[in-house]
């Protein structure tokens, strides 16, 4: 059995000045964009006691808004 070669992504990470970190690789190799975004907190930054606000916030954060309708969000 052979073991493939490990993909070469190249990497570009900066912080804004909010704190916000970007992280960018590009590929020139087809004419698309994707994006991903992540929050860097959840249910490991609640305190005992207090838990379940990340996971509620989960599924708010999917019910829609004023500006973008229920379901939307995976379109």
């Keep these: 059995m052979t073991t493939a070669a490990p993909l070469e992504y190249p990497?570009?990470?900066?912080?804004?000045?909010?704190?916000l970190r970007v992280v960018i690789s590009p590929d020139h190799a087809v004419p698309f964009v994707a994006v991903n975004l992540w929050y860097d907190v959840g249910s490991r930054d609640e305190q005992p006691g207090r838990t379940g606000l990340a996971h509620l916030f989960e599924h708010v954060?999917?019910?829609g808004s004023e500006n973008v309708a229920s379901g939307e969000h995976f379109n």
């Design 11 to 19: 990497l570009h990470e900066h912080t804004l000045g909010n704190g």
């Design 61 to 63: 954060m999917f019910q």
